[in-house]
Structure formats: structure tokens, C-alpha cells
């Protein structure tokens, strides 16, 4: 049977949401990291209404951007996964198929010699 193929998203072991959410966010805004989120919190609470007006818009920003990014890394995910599916299902067809034909030259033998005798 041939061995399906290697993908990048595959070989990731299973994420957690947190840890998904972190994989994409850290490259956009580290201080949304589910780490930082508390001090994150604090730290607005105590900066002036026009740091909290500029923390929002970048914060705002970073969603937009995390939720493109993630949209991506979803599409890509199910197009190698459905991918990967389908070479496992090619393969065992033809896994099938040639023991059916193994089978089948096995009965016309057997038939061939019957009919000799």
C-alpha cells in the first residue's frame, strides 16, 4: 500500500483552541495571547481614554487580521486533509481491486483446468 503523502498541517499534533488561537495570534499581537490576555485587560483599565482608543483600534486590527489568517489555516487544513483522504481511499481501491483480480484469475484457472479434463 502506498504511504500517503506528508502534510505540514497533518503532522501538527492536535491544537487545543487556546493553543490554535496562540499559533495564529502570536505572529499578530502577542499581547492577545491567552497569556497575556489578564495583564492585557489591566492594563487598558488604568491607560487614558486615548491609549484605550489606540489599544482598541490595534486590537481591533489584530481580529481582522486573525480571523483571515485563521480562515486561511482552515481552508488549507480541510483541502490537505480531504486530500489525504482521498489518496487512502485510491490506495485501498487499488488494494482491492488487485486482490479481485487476483481472485478473478484464480477462479478462471481453476475453471480452464475443469474444463481440460
Given at each position: 500500500?502506498?504511504?500517503?503523502?506528508?502534510f505540514?498541517?497533518?503532522?501538527l499534533?492536535?491544537l487545543?483552541?487556546?493553543?490554535?488561537?496562540d499559533s495564529?495570534?502570536?505572529?499578530i499581537?502577542?499581547?492577545?495571547?491567552?497569556e497575556?490576555?489578564?495583564?492585557?485587560?489591566r492594563e487598558?483599565?488604568?491607560a487614558?481614554?486615548e491609549?484605550?482608543?489606540?489599544?482598541?483600534?490595534?486590537?481591533?486590527?489584530?481580529?481582522?487580521?486573525?480571523?483571515?489568517?485563521?480562515?486561511?489555516?482552515?481552508?488549507?487544513w480541510?483541502?490537505?486533509?480531504?486530500?489525504?483522504?482521498?489518496?487512502?481511499?485510491?490506495s485501498?481501491?487499488?488494494?482491492?481491486s488487485?486482490?479481485?483480480?487476483?481472485?478473478l484469475?484464480?477462479?478462471?484457472?481453476?475453471?480452464?483446468?475443469?474444463?481440460?479434463?
Amino acid at each position: 500500500m502506498p504511504t500517503p503523502p506528508a502534510f505540514s498541517t497533518l503532522d501538527l499534533p492536535l491544537l487545543t483552541g487556546p493553543e490554535l488561537y496562540d499559533s495564529i495570534m502570536i505572529d499578530i499581537e502577542p499581547a492577545l495571547l491567552t497569556e497575556n490576555l489578564e495583564r492585557t485587560k489591566r492594563e487598558a483599565t488604568t491607560a487614558s481614554p486615548e491609549e484605550r482608543e489606540e489599544l482598541a483600534a490595534r486590537f481591533h486590527a489584530a481580529y481582522a487580521e486573525y480571523d483571515q489568517r485563521s480562515e486561511e489555516f482552515m481552508h488549507r487544513w480541510m483541502q490537505e486533509f480531504h486530500t489525504y483522504k482521498r489518496t487512502a481511499m485510491q490506495s485501498l481501491e487499488q488494494e482491492l481491486s488487485g486482490e479481485d483480480e487476483i481472485q478473478l484469475q484464480s477462479i478462471t484457472s481453476q475453471m480452464s483446468s475443469t474444463l481440460s479434463i
